[in-house]
T-cell receptor
Framework: DAKTTQPPSMDCAEGRAANLPCNHS???????VYWYRQIHSQGPQYIIHGLKNNETNEMASLIITEDRKSSTLILPHATLRDTAVYYCIVMDSNYQLIWGAGTKLIIKP | DAGVTQSPTHLIKTRGQHVTLRCSPI?????VSWYQQVLGQGPQFIFQYYEKEERGRGNFPDRFSARQFPNYSSELNVNALLLGDSALYLCASSSLTGWGYTQYFGPGTRLTVL
């Protein structure tokens, strides 16, 4: 079973920051949080991952709460091409990615 | 650099047939994982291979099998196809296996079973 819960859908205006929440209250000490996105049945695209500290790369920022029970993916300036299903995933103890249903993010002009 | 490649891109089979899907990992990556994604759902883990050995298996019947070759490419085989096997089959590669290592996905093979 997936270890994460996400809202099924969200809207964001083009040019604004998109903030996607994720709950992972049962996460254990060594488990990383990964974010992927999938555009229209293409292969999932890796975005970012983290363990405890906040992380930033050229695509997004990942904010993890101090208790590690939740995180937020931030796309700083959303464009129409960011419309996709976003998955928040915790890698399980067998190093497998266990996926939930994700959040369908729609960027509106 | 080439990413993960999969072949074929699309495939149509009939019930009871057998299918072989192929995956070439990113150069230098030694681990390959296979996932099944049914329409409207997130991917479901099938297998993981590392250094030609099976390291993990998801909750799939024995009709599903896989192997990894010395060049780290991989095949997924499905026997006695059922209508419910229709899905997007995804292959992902990573340099090593373990927490913190990132899996990179190929474009997938769309299998339709009639």
């Amino acid at each position: 079973d997936a270890k994460t819960t996400q809202p099924p859908s969200m809207d964001c205006a083009e040019g604004r920051a998109a903030n996607l929440p994720c709950n992972h209250s049962t996460i254990s000490g060594n488990e990383y949080v990964y974010w992927y996105r999938q555009i229209h049945s293409q292969g999932p695209q890796y975005i970012i991952h983290g363990l405890k500290n906040n992380e930033t790369n050229e695509m997004a920022s990942l904010i993890i709460t101090e208790d590690r029970k939740s995180s937020t993916l931030i796309l700083p300036h959303a464009t129409l091409r960011d419309t996709a299903v976003y998955y928040c995933i915790v890698m399980d103890s067998n190093y497998q990615l266990i996926w939930g249903a994700g959040t369908k993010l729609i960027i509106k002009p | 650099d080439a990413g993960v490649t999969q072949s074929p891109t699309h495939l149509i089979k009939t019930r009871g047939q057998h299918v072989t899907l192929r995956c070439s990992p990113i150069s230098g990556h030694k681990s390959v994982s296979w996932y099944q994604q049914v329409l409207g759902q997130g991917p479901q883990f099938i297998f993981q291979y590392y250094e030609k050995e099976e390291r993990g298996r998801g909750n799939f019947p024995d009709r599903f099998s896989a192997r990894q070759f010395p060049n780290y490419s991989s095949e997924l085989n499905v026997n006695a196809l059922l209508l419910g096997d229709s899905a997007l089959y995804l292959c992902a590669s990573s340099s090593l296996t373990g927490w913190g290592y990132t899996q990179y996905f190929g474009p997938g093979t769309r299998l339709t079973v009639l």
